[in-house]
Protein backbone atom coordinates (compact mmCIF):
# COMPACT_ATOMS: atom_id res chain seq x y z
CA UNK A 1 0.00 0.00 0.00
CA UNK A 2 1.68 3.52 -1.22
CA UNK A 3 0.93 6.35 1.06
CA UNK A 4 1.70 9.73 -0.63
CA UNK A 5 -0.06 10.02 -3.92
CA UNK A 6 -2.24 13.37 -3.60
CA UNK A 7 -5.29 14.46 -5.31
CA UNK A 8 -6.22 18.18 -5.35
CA UNK A 9 -9.30 20.34 -5.82
CA UNK A 10 -10.85 23.42 -5.15
CA UNK A 11 -14.36 24.16 -3.24
CA UNK A 12 -15.53 26.79 -5.10
CA UNK A 13 -17.80 29.41 -3.37
CA UNK A 14 -20.86 31.99 -4.40
CA UNK A 15 -19.48 33.84 -8.27
CA UNK A 16 -16.00 32.12 -7.49
CA UNK A 17 -15.35 34.91 -5.10
CA UNK A 18 -14.15 31.93 -2.21
CA UNK A 19 -12.78 28.54 -2.28
CA UNK A 20 -11.13 25.69 0.12
CA UNK A 21 -8.18 23.51 -1.46
CA UNK A 22 -8.44 19.92 -0.56
CA UNK A 23 -6.19 17.63 -0.61
CA UNK A 24 -7.17 13.66 -0.41
CA UNK A 25 -4.43 10.86 -0.13
CA UNK A 26 -5.54 8.40 -2.76
CA UNK A 27 -4.92 5.24 -0.39
CA UNK A 28 -5.54 6.12 3.12
CA UNK A 29 -8.50 8.99 1.99
CA UNK A 30 -6.60 11.26 4.50
CA UNK A 31 -8.06 14.57 4.10
CA UNK A 32 -6.13 17.74 4.06
CA UNK A 33 -8.32 21.46 3.63
CA UNK A 34 -6.14 24.47 2.73
CA UNK A 35 -7.51 28.07 3.74
CA UNK A 36 -7.78 30.44 1.31
CA UNK A 37 -9.07 33.28 3.17
CA UNK A 38 -7.33 35.98 0.71
CA UNK A 39 -8.38 34.23 -2.51
CA UNK A 40 -7.38 31.20 -4.95
CA UNK A 41 -5.11 32.29 -7.66
CA UNK A 42 -1.88 30.87 -8.14
CA UNK A 43 0.22 32.60 -6.21
CA UNK A 44 -2.42 31.94 -3.22
CA UNK A 45 -2.61 28.60 -3.83
CA UNK A 46 1.04 28.10 -3.78
CA UNK A 47 1.67 29.94 -0.88
CA UNK A 48 -1.15 28.07 1.16
CA UNK A 49 0.26 24.61 -0.44
CA UNK A 50 4.10 25.24 0.69
CA UNK A 51 1.77 25.82 4.32
CA UNK A 52 -0.41 22.13 4.41
CA UNK A 53 2.93 20.07 3.46
CA UNK A 54 4.88 21.73 5.68
CA UNK A 55 3.40 19.59 8.00
CA UNK A 56 3.52 16.89 6.22
CA UNK A 57 6.67 14.35 6.34
CA UNK A 58 8.46 14.14 2.97
CA UNK A 59 7.50 10.30 2.86
CA UNK A 60 4.22 11.23 2.34
CA UNK A 61 4.75 13.73 -0.38
CA UNK A 62 4.86 11.76 -3.52
CA UNK A 63 2.89 13.01 -6.24
CA UNK A 64 0.22 15.78 -6.74
CA UNK A 65 -2.87 15.15 -9.03
CA UNK A 66 -4.66 18.28 -9.80
CA UNK A 67 -7.24 19.40 -12.85
CA UNK A 68 -6.37 21.91 -15.22
CA UNK A 69 -7.48 24.82 -13.25
CA UNK A 70 -5.91 28.76 -13.40
CA UNK A 71 -4.70 28.58 -9.98
CA UNK A 72 -2.00 25.84 -10.47
CA UNK A 73 -0.29 28.51 -12.57
CA UNK A 74 2.20 27.73 -10.08
CA UNK A 75 2.75 24.16 -10.91
CA UNK A 76 6.24 23.94 -10.97
CA UNK A 77 6.87 25.69 -7.66
CA UNK A 78 4.60 23.39 -6.09
CA UNK A 79 6.03 20.58 -7.69
CA UNK A 80 9.03 20.86 -5.37
CA UNK A 81 6.83 19.62 -2.26
CA UNK A 82 6.37 15.97 -4.21
CA UNK A 83 9.29 13.85 -4.77
CA UNK A 84 7.57 12.53 -8.07
CA UNK A 85 6.09 15.92 -9.47
CA UNK A 86 2.47 17.09 -10.01
CA UNK A 87 0.44 15.69 -12.65
CA UNK A 88 -2.99 17.14 -14.33
CA UNK A 89 -6.24 15.25 -14.87
CA UNK A 90 -7.30 15.23 -18.32
CA UNK A 91 -9.92 17.90 -19.44
CA UNK A 92 -13.29 16.54 -17.96
CA UNK A 93 -12.16 13.56 -16.39
CA UNK A 94 -13.67 13.82 -13.05
CA UNK A 95 -13.13 9.99 -12.96
CA UNK A 96 -9.31 10.69 -13.06
CA UNK A 97 -9.11 12.11 -9.43
CA UNK A 98 -11.97 9.89 -8.07
CA UNK A 99 -11.46 10.28 -4.58
CA UNK A 100 -11.00 14.10 -4.45
CA UNK A 101 -14.41 14.21 -6.34
CA UNK A 102 -15.84 12.00 -3.25
CA UNK A 103 -14.71 13.72 -0.75
CA UNK A 104 -15.70 17.09 -2.44
CA UNK A 105 -18.63 16.25 -2.50
CA UNK A 106 -18.96 14.86 1.62
CA UNK A 107 -17.53 18.09 2.11
CA UNK A 108 -20.20 20.15 0.67
CA UNK A 109 -22.40 18.34 3.70
CA UNK A 110 -20.27 21.19 5.07
CA UNK A 111 -19.51 24.03 2.96
CA UNK A 112 -22.65 24.41 0.63
CA UNK A 113 -22.51 25.42 -2.76
CA UNK A 114 -23.61 29.40 -3.57
CA UNK A 115 -22.23 30.42 0.08
CA UNK A 116 -18.92 32.55 0.92
CA UNK A 117 -16.58 30.41 2.06
CA UNK A 118 -14.59 33.29 3.71
CA UNK A 119 -16.41 33.10 6.37
CA UNK A 120 -14.41 29.56 7.53
CA UNK A 121 -11.74 30.05 9.73
CA UNK A 122 -8.63 27.64 9.33
CA UNK A 123 -10.28 26.43 12.94
CA UNK A 124 -13.34 25.81 10.85
CA UNK A 125 -11.71 23.79 8.42
CA UNK A 126 -9.48 21.96 11.07
CA UNK A 127 -12.36 20.37 12.99
CA UNK A 128 -14.16 19.27 9.41
CA UNK A 129 -11.05 18.28 8.43
CA UNK A 130 -10.69 16.24 11.72
CA UNK A 131 -14.55 14.88 11.12
CA UNK A 132 -14.22 13.35 7.83
CA UNK A 133 -10.45 11.44 8.48
CA UNK A 134 -12.38 9.99 11.46
CA UNK A 135 -15.52 8.81 9.26
CA UNK A 136 -15.01 5.10 7.76
CA UNK A 137 -15.12 5.18 4.32
CA UNK A 138 -15.00 2.33 2.02
CA UNK A 139 -12.69 1.70 -0.19
CA UNK A 140 -12.27 -0.48 -3.15
CA UNK A 141 -8.59 0.10 -4.13
CA UNK A 142 -8.56 -2.18 -7.15
CA UNK A 143 -10.48 -5.23 -5.22
CA UNK A 144 -13.20 -6.76 -7.46
CA UNK A 145 -16.67 -6.48 -6.50
CA UNK A 146 -17.43 -9.65 -4.39
CA UNK A 147 -14.38 -8.70 -2.86
CA UNK A 148 -15.35 -5.34 -1.32
CA UNK A 149 -15.72 -5.08 2.59
CA UNK A 150 -19.09 -5.21 3.52
CA UNK A 151 -20.48 -2.32 5.81
CA UNK A 152 -19.45 -3.33 8.71
CA UNK A 153 -15.95 -3.69 7.43
CA UNK A 154 -15.86 -0.10 5.81
CA UNK A 155 -11.84 1.48 7.44
CA UNK A 156 -12.08 2.40 10.60
CA UNK A 157 -10.00 6.00 11.82
CA UNK A 158 -6.99 3.36 13.68
CA UNK A 159 -6.51 1.95 9.76
CA UNK A 160 -6.08 5.43 8.19
CA UNK A 161 -3.72 6.52 11.02
CA UNK A 162 -1.80 2.89 10.95
CA UNK A 163 -1.48 3.99 7.75
CA UNK A 164 0.24 7.40 8.14
CA UNK A 165 2.22 6.18 10.81
CA UNK A 166 3.96 3.06 8.58
CA UNK A 167 4.58 5.64 6.03
CA UNK A 168 6.10 7.90 8.77
CA UNK A 169 8.44 5.32 10.46
CA UNK A 170 11.40 5.56 8.17
CA UNK A 171 11.66 9.36 9.36
CA UNK A 172 11.27 8.32 12.89
CA UNK A 173 13.95 6.07 12.43
CA UNK A 174 16.06 8.90 11.26
CA UNK A 175 15.07 11.37 14.26
CA UNK A 176 12.39 13.00 12.54
CA UNK A 177 9.88 14.52 14.82
CA UNK A 178 6.15 14.55 13.06
CA UNK A 179 3.22 15.43 14.97
CA UNK A 180 -0.23 13.68 13.10
CA UNK A 181 -3.00 16.88 13.05
Known sequence: MRVGDWEGDLL?????????????????????????????????????????????????????????????????????????????AHPASPWQRGTNENTNGLLRQYFPKRTDLRVHSQTDLLAVEERLNHRPRRSSAGAPRRDLPRRGDMMRPSTLRRSLESALEPERRLGVSFHAP
Not at 45 to 62: D, K, N, S
Request: charged share 15%; hydrophobic share 45%.
Open 12 to 88: VGRSSQSAIGTLVDRTSRYLKLVHLPSGHGAEQLWAALTEVMATLPQATRLTLTWDQGSEMAWHDRIAAHFAEGVYF
